[in-house]
């Protein structure tokens, strides 16, 4: 959340604790006990959606680099190995076999997946040759296996991300409506300047927002006290 998002929240959670210690002075007031239930819930929404957002992510994105590293790793040694036995017997697979770590490491994610997806089954469809001499079963195996993995930790990673990027846009419009149900409260509680001095000032010292670092409470525009 933005500073003036959370200075909001909490603003919002002043009133809330407010209200629910004043129940008794506005009992009878179906308009306003509304607007507060509403208020609960908007507070309640933010707080879930500010957990979501707040996802770290360098976790993920480190087991995705690694991951990736891994089936770079294994696709150079097994693919050159295996290229070494079509060395010379006038055939394209010792070409195409053949490859380096800068090679792949310059591709994207998904285009590096394919490439190493690529290499594994032209030897795996070469495995009666190359079987164990120059690759074993378990080798076999472990690539396949980098290979998977990597996919399914370049999935996790992205999803993270868009669910945190999500988090924020819903956030936003969760506070669009949070102000919107402040003002109204606020319009609900001007009769209470009349009939209630006590409830009417409490609420008035609760609307109050926390300093937002570059202006003062005094200084600062209507809309936002």
């Not at 507070?43 to 957990?51: F, H, L, M, S, Y």
């Amino acid at each position: 959340m933005t500073t003036k998002q959370t200075n909001r929240l909490e603003m919002a959670k002043t009133l809330k604790q407010l209200f629910s210690v004043e129940q008794a002075a506005y009992a009878e007031n179906n308009p306003l006990i509304t607007r507060v239930s509403e208020l609960n819930t908007f507070i309640e929404n933010i707080d879930v959606i500010a957990g979501v957002q707040n996802i770290d992510t360098t976790a993920n994105t480190s087991l995705k680099t690694n991951a990736k590293a891994l089936m770079i790793n294994l696709t150079v040694a097994y693919a050159n190995t295996a290229a070494d036995f079509f060395d010379g017997k006038d055939s394209p697979l010792s070409k195409q076999l053949t490859t380096n770590k800068s090679k792949i490491q310059r591709l994207s994610g998904v285009e590096a997946k394919i490439y190493c997806d690529k290499l594994y089954k032209l030897v795996a469809d070469n495995k009666v040759n190359l079987i164990p001499n120059y690759v074993t079963v378990a080798e076999m195996q472990e690539w396949q296996n980098a290979i998977t993995n990597f996919d399914a930790k370049a999935f996790d990673a992205g999803l993270t991300i868009d669910t945190t990027q999500n988090a924020t846009r819903e956030l936003d419009e969760e506070f669009k409506k949070l102000k919107q149900c402040i003002t109204k409260i606020d319009r609900l509680m001007k009769k209470y300047d009349v009939l209630n001095l006590s409830l009417y000032g409490k609420y008035k010292i609760s609307r109050k927002i926390s300093d937002l670092g570059t202006r003062h409470k005094n200084d600062l525009p209507p809309e936002q006290l």
